[in-house]
């Protein structure tokens, strides 16, 4: 045999060890790749589990974390307020304190159990029941909210066709110190109130399209029933094709100057795609100058 035969031989035996190694090395690779794979799977279900355990939030940095943006602490409630920047300080705002957790996100807090156990018992949080005290107890903390004149804060009963609103499907959270008449809130004294109402929908059974609806805040007097209510805000939604977006919320509030007799409400469209779900929807007022 020739000496460059024999070099080639040699170099194909090099060759064939090269390709040896990297097979068993690709094969180590992805071993160790299915392996990763696996317990990122196994870590994303205990984490799902664990966040299902927590019913309506989870633990995160020592906040109890909701799907509504607040954050509850042993005694105290915090929101998001990134939008006030870094120079903001406690003193500038309403609230007790200002934290930064550890991603960089700002909290504005204020330390008021009985605004937690409030919070919690309308979240109805497992966890938190033992904390909130009896019906009796938290009514009596928060007497100041329903013992208001010329106000009222009503929650949707959903058991009536068309829906009512009603202030005694929920005691505690929901009151009236005013007349309601045919789903209206009746003035009984003049002055400047603030009114306020939200619809939350639930569009998970929508078709391809979302139709159009409207939602509206408007006044009347039972006298003067040929001139119709008076439109004073108004929302629209819907009438464009269905996005992953199933939920959404309708929220009108502003001020008016309202006369004693007029009745004030609010109404959707269509009743078909509202939320059934305990304080999804309200509507309220109560007076400013009185």
């Known amino acids: 045999m020739s000496v460059k035969c024999g070099a080639f031989f040699q ?9 040896v190694i990297s097979f068993i090395f690709n094969f180590i690779l992805l071993f160790v790749f299915v392996t990763l794979l696996a317990l990122r799977s196994n870590i994303h279900h205990k984490s799902l589990k664990e966040g299902s355990d927590t019913h309506a939030g989870r633990l995160v940095n020592n906040f109890l974390e909701m799907d509504t943006g607040i954050k509850l602490t042993e005694d105290s409630v915090c929101v998001s307020c990134d939008e006030l920047g870094d120079s903001v300080e406690a003193k500038e705002t309403l609230y007790q304190f200002i934290m930064k957790t550890k991603c960089g996100a700002r909290f504005c807090c204020y330390k008021d ?65 005013l007349p309601i008449t045919e789903n209206r809130l009746q003035i009984q004294r003049e002055g400047i109130y603030y009114v306020y109402a ?28 040929n001139t119709g209510p008076e439109l004073h805000f108004m929302n629209k939604y819907g009438g464009f094709a269905r996005s992953g977006k199933t939920r959404h919320t309708s929220f009108l509030s502003g001020i008016l100057h309202l006369r004693r007799g007029f009745e004030v409400a609010t109404q959707i469209s269509t009743s078909s795609f509202l939320d059934q779900t305990k304080y999804s929807n309200f509507f309220g007022l109560f007076a400013l100058n009185i």
């Open 198 to 225: 939200a619809f939350s929908l639930n569009l998970s059974k929508c078709g391809p399209g979302i139709p159009q609806m409207y939602h509206n805040i408007t006044s009347q007097h039972p006298l003067l029933k």
């Open 113 to 177: 159990k009985d605004l937690k156990a409030f919070i919690s018992k309308i979240l109805e949080l497992p966890g938190q029941r033992s904390t909130t005290g009896n019906m009796a107890n938290l009514q009596q903390n928060f007497h100041w909210w329903s013992n208001r004149s010329n106000a009222a804060h009503l929650f949707l009963n959903h058991t009536s066709s068309p829906p009512q609103w009603t202030a005694s499907n929920i005691p505690g959270f929901s009151f009236s110190n």
């Open 11 to 19: 170099k194909g035996d090099i060759l064939k060890k090269v390709l």
